[in-house]
């Protein structure tokens, strides 16, 4: 049995920016100096806190600039995590004597999902909403699903897995007009957008979201912090206490460094997003290209190619094989990607987003996500094309499955026993 | 909890690899594979398969046996799964043929735990993989008592139904535990067990201790 033969020099070709990236070097520049030389604590009297309180105002002006808001709506977490959490306990637990409904989706990260489902325990009642097969959420259904004690509607922005950009604007558009409607404020609308920034807008108003959650470890930012936008007229019962700081929501000494650098990769991300979401879609797609042609039995999943997924996600299924053995054998040869089999999980089921998409176990499985970077280029794209292919067919031939069926289908494959 | 003996999925030993180095051998040199497409030559003398893609693994075992010593002298395999499904058949074809070959009475007690301590320990959620191998070993065998008309020493998984409501057996809870369900919440969670027949609950913790201690050498309950 031979597998193709590894590269005399080892190459790293990380195609797992959905996971995280990389800081970037200018982000790095502007946080260095929130280490040893201004270290102070920014609740501080004297200048020298002065000082850095002024950094944190001033990287609040910005990111509060870049979602079209105002600064004392930006609330500074520990990640996308944490704000994820905070928005929901927040509101449910202040608003608990105006309804206990939330709406939230099947394919959330699991930030939000675990979240509501400790809600539920707590005596909430959850509506998961289901995609469509491309993982889409349609504003319709959202409206049909909201009642008088709806409290808070939970839905993110681009889908980590399979990059499927949700119609937020559209979404946030009908609980507007239902609000009004029903002469109430509820439900508040929460957006996870931490896969968003620089291939979606973040103008709150434009989407008409209550709440935001971002993160810098998506963005060539630090790993470890966040903001909750917070708009003005919505409160929120905070999770962490202490000493007051984030206007008493969430206490505890701010993380400056990574505040300052969440700011300055915010505001990169923005910058020439155009130019680089057209590198990206072009060379995803030629990537796209050549595993349709190079590798036979694969399938796409999520949304088309197009505008509505994000320009640096390709999601596939490679029939017939395990996305785990062949996630390891590609990092032998110094490919990173990540996979939604089951044996990644901790529950030994396939990815919750594929399975919710209505995709069969069996190419769930064998399901593998690519997702491209500002300094992936085409080489790379070829150099991962120079292995996958026969990487694949070793594994096949050691495989005694074989499914044959229109892979566009959503149904189960026929099934054939070597 | 660290129930595991070998190594674990998240080391935080600072170990890079979540495998022992002969898992890893086993995974990137797999031993005694039959191509797929070689099956009808290859002339077997008994054949075993379990599993299916849907649950995530299927593994198929091929013996050549010599009649009258009972030696497995050959055993080959094609897997489809992650890299410690690849290795345990892998391991375990080495095990069944190596040395001149293990008789079936031998082969038949070949457990989990024997792959996986030969392969070093696997991190707990793989445990079933190792599982697995031992179950297409013994449907191999099966087929070759079948046969040999022994029809006598073929052994059936025996299973006995534990909720009557919802018709739940003890092999739904073995592979409870194996999904790594550990206390009677956990396997009510996974199957709703019991939560209809309260008579069965004293029943599961049984079971759920006796499986805890076949595959992970201790209980938690």
Redesign the interface.
Known sequence: MVFPQKPEEKKLVYLDHAATTPTDERVVEAMQPYFTEKFANPSGLYAIGRDVNGALNDARRSIAQSLHALPDTIIFTGGGTESDNMAIFGVARKYIDKGKHIITTTIEHHAVLHSCEQLEKEGFDVTYLEPDSQGFISPKKVTAALREDTILVSIMYANNEVGTIEPIDDIGREILKWRKKHATKFPFFHTDACQAPGACELDVEKLHTDLLTLNGSKIYGPKGVGILYKRRNVQLQPIIFGGGQEMRLRSGTENVPGIVGLAKALQLAQENSQDENMRLIDLRNYFWDRLEKEIPKVRLNGADLGLTRLPNNLNISILDIEGEALLLYLDEYGIVCSTGSACTSDSLDPSHVLLAMGMPYEYAHGSLRFTLGKTTTKEDVDYVMTYLPGIVEKLRQISPVNLTQNPKENTHPKYHQR | MNKSKGASIRDNQGNSWLYSDTVKEH????KN?L???E?EDYHADAMG?VG?????????LWLKIDKDSERITECKW?????????ASTSMLSVMLSENGGMTLVEALNVKPQDIMERLGGLPN??I?CSVLGDKALQSAINDWFRKMGQHDRVVTQGTKIIDEALNITDHDIEEAVL??AQTLEDVQKKLKVGAASPESVPEIEQLIRFYSEKYYGETFI
């Open positions: 995974f990137f040199n797999p594979i191509f797929a497409g099956e398969r299916s893609p849907a649950c995530g693994d299927e593994m198929v094609q897997t489809f799964g992650c890299g410690s499904a690849i959620r793989k079933h999904e790594g």
